[in-house]
């Protein structure tokens, strides 16, 4: 069923623009729904579920009476959102990938908090892993999802040390991977909850990677894959891409989560020996079906981009970006 966010701020245009854009990223397993006047927000209460609503913090609370919702969060004007005994307040002056994030974290701290799954196909699961260091393995994965997500909502997710994806993609998050797992250890992970953690580059979502390497040495190879299947089958993704990393004990279980995976490869004599030795591991393993999904890609190495903001753009638009969208376009699993 539907769950409807309803918005309402003083200025008549902030709830409209909100709605848009989020509506737009479906950044919620909400529908937001814009109103312009009071009383046409308790006009449609009286004849529709209301599960969130999301309204100005001036609103004297006298004047709310009649509107029946499952959880309300208010909009505050200050740049510390004030709490008050009633509802939660986040402060509306800033993104708004940033405002759904924090009232999705309220939400989700209510009592009241419902499970939601977004039913439909299975996500794809891409991964990307390679046995040689320096091979542009996180580069593909990122050009990877930045080119999927045009065909299909996508998120990516690294199992990665000292990634860099939080400088590359425009800052720190208040949340990362750690966090997720937090939740997922706890049975608490569901799309509402996830969401609040998700950022978006583009057009594709990400989970920032963990802020310290201990963080990684104590994800086990079970939760690595439950959390591939929970946004491969209940967030409404169509890919899931997947910076492997070098996770030790939890390749193979993260691998077998997996439909494609890309394996840069390269043509000296250590890199050679290496993927002989990852190949003779896996024949090892018995896992055939594993080896089936593997698929050595040579890339080319993208010319002096410089550094700064636009690094990535630069890298989209570079002969690596070039190299993907053909790589899409032919891929045997489309």
């Given at each position: 069923?539907?769950?409807?966010?309803?918005?309402?701020?003083?200025?008549?245009?902030?709830?409209?623009?909100?709605?848009?854009?989020?509506?737009?990223?479906?950044?919620?397993?909400?529908?937001?729904?814009?109103?312009?006047?009071?009383?046409?927000?308790?006009?449609?209460?009286?004849?529709?579920?209301?599960?969130?609503?999301?309204?100005?913090?001036?609103?004297?609370?006298?004047?709310?009476?009649?509107?029946?919702?499952?959880?309300?969060?208010?909009?505050?004007?200050?740049?510390?959102?004030?709490?008050?005994?009633?509802?939660?307040s986040v402060y509306?002056?800033?993104?708004?990938?940033?405002?759904?994030?924090?009232?999705?974290?309220?939400?989700?701290?209510?009592?009241?908090?419902?499970?939601?799954?977004?039913?439909?196909?299975?996500?794809?699961?891409?991964?990307?892993?390679?046995?040689?260091?320096?091979?542009?393995?996180?580069?593909?994965?990122?050009?990877?999802?930045?080119?999927?997500?045009?065909?299909?909502?996508?998120?990516?997710?690294?199992?990665?040390?000292?990634?860099?994806?939080?400088?590359?993609?425009?800052?720190?998050?208040?949340?990362?991977?750690?966090?997720?797992?937090?939740?997922?250890?706890?049975?608490?992970?569901?799309?509402?909850?996830?969401?609040?953690?998700?950022?978006?580059?583009?057009?594709?979502?990400?989970?920032?990677?963990?802020?310290?390497?201990?963080?990684?040495e104590q994800m086990?190879?079970?939760?690595?894959?439950?959390?591939?299947?929970?946004?491969?089958?209940?967030?409404?993704?169509?890919?899931?891409?997947?910076?492997?990393?070098?996770?030790?004990?939890?390749?193979?279980?993260?691998?077998?989560?997996?439909?494609?995976?890309?394996?840069?490869?390269?043509?000296?004599?250590?890199?050679?020996?290496?993927?002989?030795?990852?190949?003779?591991?896996?024949?090892?393993?018995?896992?055939?079906?594993?080896?089936?999904?593997?698929?050595?890609?040579?890339?080319?190495?993208?010319?002096?981009?410089?550094?700064?903001?636009?690094?990535?753009?630069?890298?989209?638009?570079?002969?690596?970006?070039?190299?993907?969208?053909?790589?899409?376009?032919?891929?045997?699993?489309?």
């Amino acid at each position: 069923m539907e769950k409807i966010m309803a918005v309402y701020d003083l200025d008549p245009d902030y709830a409209q623009r909100f709605a848009d854009v989020v509506n737009q990223k479906e950044k919620t397993p909400f529908t937001v729904v814009p109103f312009t006047s009071l009383e046409l927000l308790k006009e449609y209460a009286k004849k529709h579920k209301i599960e969130l609503l999301l309204i100005s913090a001036s609103v004297p609370r006298e004047m709310m009476e009649g509107i029946e919702a499952g959880s309300v969060v208010t909009l505050s004007e200050g740049e510390l959102a004030t709490q008050t005994e009633e509802y939660p307040s986040v402060y509306k002056y800033q993104s708004a990938d940033s405002v759904i994030r924090e009232v999705m974290t309220r939400y989700c701290d209510q009592p009241s908090e419902e499970m939601f799954v977004v039913l439909g196909r299975r996500a794809r699961v891409m991964g990307v892993y390679s046995p040689i260091g320096r091979c542009l393995k996180t580069s593909l994965a990122l050009m990877l999802g930045q080119q999927l997500a045009r065909e299909g909502k996508t998120i990516y997710v690294g199992f990665e040390e000292f990634s860099g994806i939080s400088r590359l993609l425009g800052g720190e998050g208040k949340s990362d991977l750690s966090d997720v797992l937090y939740f997922l250890r706890q049975g608490n992970l569901n799309v509402v909850r996830l969401r609040s953690m998700v950022y978006t580059w583009k057009d594709m979502d990400y989970i920032v990677p963990v802020r310290y390497p201990e963080d990684m040495e104590q994800m086990s190879g079970d939760e690595a894959g439950q959390l591939l299947e929970v946004l491969a089958s209940e967030c409404g993704y169509s890919y899931v891409v997947v910076d492997v990393g070098r996770p030790g004990r939890n390749l193979l279980p993260v691998l077998e989560r997996c439909d494609v995976i890309y394996m840069p490869a390269k043509e000296d004599e250590i890199s050679a020996a290496r993927m002989e030795e990852f190949e003779e591991y896996l024949q090892k393993a018995g896992d055939e079906e594993l080896r089936e999904k593997l698929h050595p890609v040579k890339l080319p190495y993208p010319g002096s981009l410089g550094r700064g903001n636009d690094y990535m753009d630069k890298l989209c638009w570079s002969e690596l970006g070039d190299y993907v969208r053909k790589l899409i376009k032919g891929a045997p699993w489309k």
